[in-house]
Each structure stands twice: as structure tokens, then as C-alpha cells.
């Protein structure tokens, strides 16, 4: 069946460093566009990356640009997200999210873009 799990979440420090994994298993992210969200408690959940399918272009929100990297390994079937130089503003439950149909996306930080869904991993930033 189709699943997407992240994992990599945690406490950290603020200036410090994470990586999230996101793996796909009963579907190939090769043939999706991907997204990160989040969500920090009391607050609506808000677009953190995406990338595309074609040519591999990133979209970052400016909240994070600079600071956050994603990427593709295709080999492992998994898309990342690398966070450097974490705030406390950073912390909230991550997701990520993939969706079959790249040619209609619009607005990669746009969560009704997408199809499918992790269950999110814990983010902590706090000294």
C-alpha cells in the first residue's frame, strides 16, 4: 500500500541541526512532487518546501530560505529535509507530502495541492 514515514525529529538547541527523512514505500517518489509542512501548536499548518518532479526545482518559504535544504535520493526512495541554524519559531510537527499529479501544481507550499500524507515527526527547538 501507499505510505509515506517521516522520521529524524527531536530536541535541539537553538543554532543547531536536524535532518527529516521522508521514505515512500508501495510508490516510486521519483514520478512525485514533494512537499514539507508544519505545524506549531496552536497555529495552522504552513508550507515549508517542495520539489518538483521534471527538472528538480526547490521552493522554500522565506521563513526558512537559507536555513533549509531539500533534496532527493532516489536510490533510497526518500526526500530530506536539512535544517541548519534552527530557531525556536522552527518548532512544530513536520510533514511531508507527495502528490502523482506535478503537471497541475501551482503552489508547491499549498497543502490542498497534495494527495498524500505522513504522520508527521516532532520537532523541538528550545534551549
Known amino acids: 500500500q501507499v505510505q509515506l514515514v517521516e522520521s529524524g525529529g527531536g530536541l535541539v538547541q537553538p543554532g543547531g541541526s536536524l535532518r527529516l527523512s521522508c521514505a515512500a514505500s508501495?510508490?516510486?517518489?521519483?514520478?512525485?512532487?514533494v512537499g514539507w509542512f508544519r505545524q506549531a501548536p496552536g497555529k495552522g499548518r504552513e508550507g515549508v518546501s517542495g520539489i518538483t518532479v521534471s527538472d528538480g526545482t526547490t521552493r522554500y518559504a522565506d521563513s526558512v530560505k537559507g536555513r533549509f535544504t531539500i533534496s532527493r535520493d532516489n536510490a533510497r526512495n526518500t526526500v530530506y529535509l536539512q535544517m541548519n541554524s534552527l530557531k525556536p519559531e522552527d518548532t512544530g510537527i513536520y510533514y511531508c507530502?507527495?502528490?502523482?499529479?506535478?503537471?497541475?501544481?501551482?503552489?508547491?507550499?499549498?497543502?490542498?495541492?497534495?494527495?498524500?500524507w505522513g504522520q508527521g515527526t516532532q520537532v523541538t527547538v528550545s534551549s
Open positions: 508501495g510508490f516510486s517518489l521519483d514520478d512525485y512532487t
Open positions: 507530502a507527495a502528490t502523482a499529479y506535478s503537471d497541475y501544481v501551482i503552489d508547491h507550499l499549498a497543502d490542498y495541492e497534495y494527495d498524500y
